[in-house]
């Protein structure tokens, strides 16, 4: 009876299934081998797979091994249409012991191979984003380094809205430490062990936004991921999405994400049918919105959907009894982690007191890098201090900086001199975005903007 209806049951078989004697000639091959290798299996019959991988249909034999193994064998098969397929033979034995068929499996893991390779995409991005979760000491010690009765206003205001959902907009200048409040808010929130996902709007290209923001579905871009791509909103669902420098945001980018805000719905580029997303909206902005409203270039409808609760941060100027909490902090924090034994002189202490802070926090946080990679000496006195219009200055480079000439150049110069030559330095010796901005505790989008500027100047 089998072998009556031999046919019809190797039909049945899910995998494709070929048979050849020891020297290779096909002798039967099913249906399911045809769909897959694209030859039918009439051209098959009675051909040498040796000719076979002549005529580059096909890149493997298994035959001549399993003749001198006597073992199954099994390797993957690349088709001439990049299709990749693994072959598992098997051999069949005549009474005399000696291999009298080779019987072939092959199956199909391009799919496989397609989903292993979104697999990796996907993990790569997860330790992304748990880079992007990561606290680093300056942000757990944030409440420590405050000791101004604003800041420590803010902070208290900052603990009771971090047990809502309500959406909130962090507003004020560059470098007060927007996105500290950010991720301490999330930190505080009942959603701290969900994503925290940061989208700069400001430095991402206006034709990637809509992408890197709501994804796409698949099949949208030829050379796209096959499968579509998550965009950062569903990535933060369930947690916190940290839209930084909102005020950067187009206008069509504007009216979707009313939509979000609105509807808790997305759609994705090339989709048709809305999404819904569960994610908490925090806003940030050094933009004065009213004003960004009245000359059209913000939605109004947006600015007062995100207008829920706000937190309006003080400068540094405004707020100096933060100041040399602030300087320990950092001073702490890179000591630790340059290993260097640096200090500030109490004149030198003074002079950053009385020192008016354009760039705020961030300057300050530059600044104590600065002194702890450049200096020669262990205590850093007032004349050491870039902003010292006395001081006739030459910050002498350590690991490798060389000798950065700034006097009678204003703090931003010195700044910018300093962080160039910090970043390229850096570069050259990890040669590496990633490495180099987990050093820095900068994103990598950060560091590659600024190398690109860098080899443009």
Not at 11 to 38: C, M, Q, W
Not at 84 to 98: A, I, R, S
Not at 361 to 380: F, H, M, P, Q
Request: glycine content about 8%; overall charge neutral.
């Amino acid at each position: 009876m089998i072998e009556k209806y031999w046919s019809q049951i190797i039909e049945t078989f899910d995998e494709a299934v070929s048979i050849s004697d020891p020297d290779g000639i096909i002798l039967y091959s099913n249906k399911r081998h045809e769909e897959l290798t694209g030859i039918p299996g009439n051209e098959l019959m009675g051909k040498s797979v040796h000719e076979l991988v002549r005529r580059g249909l096909f890149d493997v034999v298994l035959n001549p091994g399993i003749l001198r193994s006597k073992q199954p064998e099994t390797q993957v098969q690349e088709l001439g249409s990049g299709q990749k397929l693994v072959l598992d033979g098997h051999p069949v034995f005549d009474e005399d012991g000696n291999v009298a068929l080779v019987i072939t499996y092959l199956r199909d893991v391009t799919k496989l191979s397609e989903l292993r390779e979104q697999l990796a995409s996907q993990q790569e991005l997860l330790k992304a984003y748990q880079k992007m979760q990561s606290l680093d000491l300056t942000v757990d010690q944030m409440p420590t380094m405050v000791q101004s009765k604003t800041m420590k206003q803010l902070f208290g205001q900052l603990s009771i809205i971090a047990e809502t959902d309500a959406t909130v907009l962090l507003l004020g200048e560059t470098g007060v430490g927007k996105d500290v409040f950010a991720r301490r808010l999330h930190k505080l929130s009942p959603h701290a062990d969900r994503p925290f996902i940061k989208a700069d709007c400001g430095s991402m290209p206006k034709n990637l936004i809509e992408t890197e923001l709501f994804g796409y579905a698949p099949g949208t871009f030829s050379g796209g991921n096959k499968g579509g791509k998550m965009g950062l909103i569903e990535a933060a669902s369930g947690g916190t999405l940290f839209l930084d420098e909102i005020g950067e945001l187009p206008l069509l980018m504007q009216t979707k994400l009313l939509r979000l805000l609105q509807d808790r719905e997305i759609v994705r580029v090339g989709a048709t049918a809305p999404q819904k997303v569960n994610v908490r909206i925090v806003a940030a902005t050094n933009k004065k919105l009213e004003k960004e409203v009245e000359a059209g270039r913000f939605r109004s409808d947006l600015y007062y959907r995100l207008k829920v609760a706000v937190i309006d941060i003080p400068p540094l100027r405004k707020r100096k009894a933060d100041i040399l909490s602030l300087v320990r902090v950092f001073l702490k924090f890179f000591c630790q982690k340059y290993r260097r034994d640096v200090t500030f002189s109490q004149a030198a202490e003074n002079a950053l007191l009385k020192h008016s802070w354009p760039g705020n926090v961030r300057e300050l946080e530059n600044l104590v890098l600065g002194c702890v990679v450049t200096s020669k000496k262990n205590v850093i006195e007032v004349t050491d201090l870039p902003f010292t219009p006395s001081a006739e200055i030459r910050v002498a480079g350590g690991d490798g900086l060389g000798g950065l000439d700034v006097s009678g150049k204003s703090m931003k110069e010195i700044l910018a001199e300093v962080e160039k030559a910090v970043i390229q330095t850096g570069m050259k010796r990890v040669g590496n975005i990633a490495k180099l901005a987990d050093e820095l505790n900068l994103d990598r989008t950060t560091v590659f903007r600024k190398l690109k500027k860098y080899e443009a100047e």
